[in-house]
């Protein structure tokens, strides 16, 4: 062996340890989720008008991991078992706003969620550094409502000690883009009682109406009104004093 070769010989070993060492080293754990939808938020919709089409908007949280570098997401938005739209996210922040039709998909309870995932991640290996990626459902899901409009109005009238009630409901018809007679459950005419409203009756309509007869001697303050439903809007009537 030359002088040179001994000379050189401990460093060629070095330097085949250090690319043996760096050839069996692991590869850097990766996330498995790279982003992670934590939440929705949205609103529910009230509908006043029958063959109409709206956006609505649909905010997103996030937690993204470390190795984080980009995504695409498409969220569902279903009713019942049939998708509507779609909201579509590619910065992992701000999501499109879907369209309903309500004359078309039905009223009641909608649903966003679930979503598909394309995340980009960091990746490290004996190669060097890049951007992978997995592909995943988020199984994070929010519901809202779409209701129709629905109205309510009270008229009255006095004979002596006898005050006379007549309560009307209406509600928006989808079909045929009016507000046509509305039978809801669970109605009340109530009186006003210092500052509070309490309840003189539980009323049934038949055809969107109903006559109560009430007696009192002074004059009262008595409103009409009933709750919502997963298709229907709630209301109350104006006062009127008899």
């Given at each position: ?50 063959y109409s089409c709206r956006k609505i908007t649909i905010s997103m949280n996030t937690k993204k991991q ?53 995340a980009g991640y960091t990746k490290r290996d004996t190669w060097g550094t890049y951007t992978d990626y ?109």
């Amino acid at each position: 062996m030359s002088r040179i070769q001994r000379l050189m010989a401990p460093v060629v070993a070095v330097l085949i340890a250090l690319l043996a060492s760096v050839a069996l080293a692991p590869a850097a754990s990766a996330s498995t989720h790279p982003i992670d939808i934590t939440s929705y938020k949205v609103s529910d919709q009230v509908i006043t008008s029958g063959y109409s089409c709206r956006k609505i908007t649909i905010s997103m949280n996030t937690k993204k991991q470390k190795d984080f570098k980009e995504s695409w997401i498409d969220v569902d938005i279903t009713r019942g078992r049939d998708l509507v739209d779609w909201a579509s996210s590619t910065n992992g922040k701000t999501l499109s706003r879907p369209q309903i039709c309500p004359w078309l998909d039905g009223l009641g309870k909608y649903t966003v969620g679930p979503a598909d995932v394309d995340a980009g991640y960091t990746k490290r290996d004996t190669w060097g550094t890049y951007t992978d990626y997995r592909y995943y459902t988020d199984h994070t899901k929010k519901s809202f409502y779409v209701r129709a409009k629905s109205k309510a109005s009270l008229s009255s009238s006095r004979k002596g000690r006898t005050v006379t009630l007549s309560a009307k409901a209406t509600s928006l018809n989808l079909d045929w883009d009016e507000y046509r007679a509305y039978n809801p459950a669970s109605a009340k005419l109530q009186v006003k009682s210092g500052k509070t409203w309490k309840t003189v009756k539980r009323v049934k309509l038949s055809k969107g109406k109903a006559t109560v007869k009430v007696t009192s001697s002074a004059k009262k303050q008595y409103r009409f009104t009933y709750p919502k439903t997963a298709t229907r809007t709630g209301a109350t009537s104006g006062t009127v004093k008899r």
